[in-house]
Every structure is written in structure tokens, then in C-alpha cells.
């Protein structure tokens, strides 16, 4: 499963299998338009095939949200924070940035490497208050909001 152009994280998809047939569903909270294919490789013999299926999914009154919406609600899908944060939690990603995902990934990505001065004993902790700080809980109302860290 892809969601624009990236790959969708295993928790969203669901999977089960019956008669040889793999049936694989995708179930996302969805915050804001996207383009989702399903991308399936079938095995027959010595050849494969693969076969793909996408579904532009849109959401009514968008626009006037957007205009009013400082970002949105959606799981995160990067490396740095993997281990910090919850893996169903919805974080914010904030519009100000062109492609939030990758601004705020890189944000916490620097501000890491920054962290290896920082005493041992301290690190986890700092580590915690950095992602949670970079990537806030999300509330997904009408127009998302951060939800504050302290």
C-alpha cells in the first residue's frame, strides 16, 4: 500500500488469508485528500505478475478547512522518532513547512545528532521531550490541533 508516493505503514493494513488468496485491506484515519494504490505481485509458476489499483480519496469542504488549518493529524511514518513515540498515536504536522512530513523529520534529525553531548543517563529522557516537542499528540476535530506537551 502506498499513500502518495510513500509507503503506508504495516499497522494501517490488514491482511488475511483464505483458499491461497491473500485479501489485503487498508484501514487509515484520514485527514486530509491522498492518492492510495494497492500494488499486488501474483506468483504462477516461474512468472509473476503485478497488478495495481489507486483510489483518489477527497474530502468535502477541504478548501475552507485548509484555510483555517494550521496542519493535520496522521501517524507517524519516520525513523528517527520510531522508538519514542506510540506507534497508532496521531501526530501534528504543521502546514508552515511545504511537505511537513520531511521538515519535521528533519528538524528532530538534527537536533539528535545534537543530542549525543548530552550525559547518557539524561539521553532517553531528552530524546522523549524532543520527539514529543517535534511531533505533538494530535487532536483530529473539524480543524486539527497540537495537543501541548506539558
Not at 504543521?94 to 547518557?120: C, F, G, I, K, M
Amino acid at each position: 500500500w502506498i499513500e502518495n508516493g510513500n509507503a503506508v505503514s504495516s499497522g494501517s493494513i490488514q491482511e488475511s488469508v483464505k483458499d491461497r488468496v491473500i485479501d489485503s485491506r487498508l484501514q487509515l484515519f484520514i485527514t486530509k485528500p491522498g492518492l492510495f494504490t494497492c500494488i499486488a505481485t501474483n506468483k504462477h509458476g516461474e512468472r509473476f505478475s503485478t497488478a495495481k489499483a489507486a483510489a483518489t480519496i477527497s474530502i468535502a469542504e477541504w478548501s475552507k478547512l485548509q484555510k483555517d488549518n494550521k496542519g493535520y493529524c496522521a501517524q507517524y511514518r519516520g525513523e528517527v522518532c520510531d522508538a519514542v513515540l506510540a506507534k497508532d498515536a496521531l501526530v501534528f504536522f504543521n502546514n508552515s513547512y511545504a511537505d511537513p512530513e520531511e521538515a519535521q523529520e528533519l528538524l528532530v534529525h538534527t537536533a539528535w545528532n545534537e543530542l549525543r553531548a548530552v550525559s547518557p543517563f539524561c539521553r532517553p529522557a531528552a530524546e522523549a521531550l524532543l520527539c514529543s516537542h517535534i511531533f505533538q499528540g494530535c487532536n483530529p476535530r473539524a480543524v486539527p490541533n497540537p495537543i501541548p506537551v506539558c
